[in-house]
């Protein structure tokens, strides 16, 4: 007789047929249940369809986004249990920034997979972020990456997860225990290395660009020195030139001078003895 089949059988097909866009997941669901042995197919066939609120969420604890929502749920429920009135109501601020911010986050990654997220959708989206972060056993159920529908934290009433995860546990059996805070706090540290990591590349890259565009700036500046020293050296070429034709003309005017100086002499001289020469002349 054979073996029943494993629950961590029938979880990790679970887990990667709800990973699948809602649209793929009863075809793919049926295709994964023609590969097994007649008990496990039965079971994979009553894994229910995810709505698409609850898709987009486990989407975000797939992708290791939730750490800072399951941290705060832990802050949340020292405060409660300490009254602290001024600690809660900071974190209660904190919370709904931090629910709109991850339901934001989940409809991209929704869309970034081809998966328009309506309105109404977006709503249960959030609902389903804050009743993780308000309440552990809703936290358990995201987290185990096979929510099948939305879920909501009203008042102080414990959050219904029954039938809200596909796979085990059935029957209503205990969901795994969220992350402990030491889980939590190894993640966002991981997270902060990540974040200080992708901050340092691109200030690298930013500061190559930089180093680049001064290179650029730098060569054209060396371009237009070496162009100007090449037109001093003519200007003062043409300037040596220009005056060596100066000083040969002032030699040229410094001779022609003299010489007009002596042909004006001769042309005084000239004139007296022409003037002596008509006065000797005698009159009719």
């Known amino acids: 007789m054979p073996n029943p089949p494993s629950p961590d059988d029938l979880d990790a097909i679970a887990v990667e047929l709800y990973a699948l866009p809602p649209a793929q997941f009863t075809a793919a669901r049926n295709a994964r249940a023609g590969m097994v042995d007649r008990q496990l197919a039965a079971l994979i066939k009553r894994l229910p369809k995810p709505g698409v609120a609850a898709w987009a969420v486990s989407l975000l604890a797939r992708e290791g986004q939730l750490g800072d929502a399951l941290e705060l749920a832990a802050q949340l429920r020292e405060a409660q249990d300490d009254l602290d009135a001024a600690e809660l109501s900071r974190l209660s601020r904190q919370r709904r920034g931090l629910v709109a911010a991850l339901s934001k986050q989940a409809v991209a990654l929704a869309g970034e997979r081809g998966v328009t997220v309506s309105a109404a959708t977006r709503e249960d989206v959030e609902k389903t972020i804050n009743a993780a972060v308000m ?75 930089e180093l680049a565009r001064a290179d650029a700036r730098l060569s054209k500046a060396r371009e237009r020195a070496d162009h100007l020293r090449e037109r001093l050296d003519e200007l003062r070429a043409e300037v040596e030139r220009i005056e060596a034709d100066a000083a040969h003309a002032d030699s040229e005017v410094d001779r022609l001078d003299e010489e007009r100086g002596e042909a004006a002499s001769v042309a005084r001289a000239a004139q007296k003895k022409a003037e002596g020469a008509r006065a000797a002349v005698p009159d009719r």
């Open 135 to 209: 309440d552990a056993a809703a936290a358990a159920a995201v987290m185990t990456g096979r929510l099948v529908r939305p879920l909501e934290a009203t008042g102080f009433d414990a959050v219904d997860v029954s039938d809200a995860v596909g796979g085990s546990p059935a029957d209503g059996a205990a969901l795994p225990p969220p992350p402990t805070r030491d889980d939590l706090a190894e993640r966002r540290a991981r997270k902060e290395a990540e974040r200080a990591a992708r901050e340092a590349e691109r200030a690298a890259s930013e500061a190559e660009h």
